[in-house]
C-alpha cells in the first residue's frame, strides 16, 4: 500500500510564525497535493506539483507556497500564519499520467496536520 | 469549471437503515467521479469511483453509487447502516490536467448511525 507520511499530526504556532508542514510518499508517485479541510468547505486544493520542481497553484493559494525538490517530498509553507489558517492540512499522491483512464487515478492521503495559530 | 454539491452537511439513520447520500456534480466533460471516507481522525480512503461502462459502482462494505448523467448526479447508498458507518463522506469530481487529475471535492456529509 502507498503511504503518504505527513510529519505533524498536531501543530500550535503564533500569528507571524513561519510554518513548514512536510509530506512524505512512499511509492514513486508524480502528483503530490495540499489540501486544505474545514467543516462544511470540504477539501479546498492549495497546490498541487506533477514533478519535481514544478507545482501549480490550486483554488486557495494565497498566503501559501510550495516546496518540491525530490520527488517523494511536498512540502507547505505559511510565510507568515494568519489565524484564519488555523484548519486540517491533507496531503495526497497519486500516479501521472500514464495512461487512458490517468484521470481515474486515485489519490491517496496522509493522516492530516492539524494546525492551530494562536 | 468543475463544482460538487452534496445535499445534507449532516445525515442521521438508525442501525439497519438504508444509507443514502446525495452528490450532484458540474462538468463540461465526461467526468470521473469517487466517493472517499474519512473515519474520526484519520485521512480520507476511497470507497468506490466511476470511469466509464456500467453506471452502478461498488465500493467498499457494501457501498455502491450510480451515475446518472442526466441528473448529473452520483448518490451513494448502503442498504443496511452498520455502526461502523459512522463517519464523514465526500464526493469528488476529478479533473484531467496536463500532467495528471486534479480532484474537486463536495462539501461533505457527516453520517450518525443510531443504535
Known sequence: ??????????????????????????????????????????????????????????????????????????????????????????CASSLGRGGGTSGANVLTFGAG????VL | AQSVTQLGSHVSVSEGALVLLRCNYSSSVPPYLFWYVQYPNQGLQLLLKYTTGATLVKGINGFEAEFKKSETSFHLTKPS???????????????????????????????????
Open chain 1, 1 to 90: 500500500d502507498v503511504k503518504v507520511t505527513q510529519s505533524s499530526r498536531y501543530l500550535v504556532k503564533r500569528t507571524g510564525e513561519k510554518v513548514f508542514l512536510e509530506c512524505v510518499q512512499d511509492m514513486d508517485h508524480e502528483n503530490m497535493f495540499w489540501y486544505r479541510q474545514d467543516p462544511g468547505l470540504g477539501l479546498r486544493l492549495i497546490y498541487f506539483s506533477y514533478d519535481v520542481k514544478m507545482k501549480e497553484k490550486g483554488d486557495i493559494p494565497e498566503g501559501y507556497s510550495v516546496s518540491r525538490e525530490k520527488k517523494e517530498r511536498f512540502s507547505l509553507i505559511l510565510e507568515s500564519a494568519s489565524t484564519n489558517q488555523t484548519s486540517m492540512y491533507l
Open chain 1, 113 to 116: 496536520s492539524r494546525l492551530t
Open chain 2, 81 to 115: 447502516a452498520h455502526m461502523s458507518d459512522a463517519a464523514e463522506y465526500f464526493c469528488a469530481v476529478s479533473v484531467l490536467k496536463a500532467a495528471g487529475n486534479k480532484l474537486t471535492f463536495g462539501g461533505g456529509t457527516r453520517v450518525l448511525v443510531k443504535p
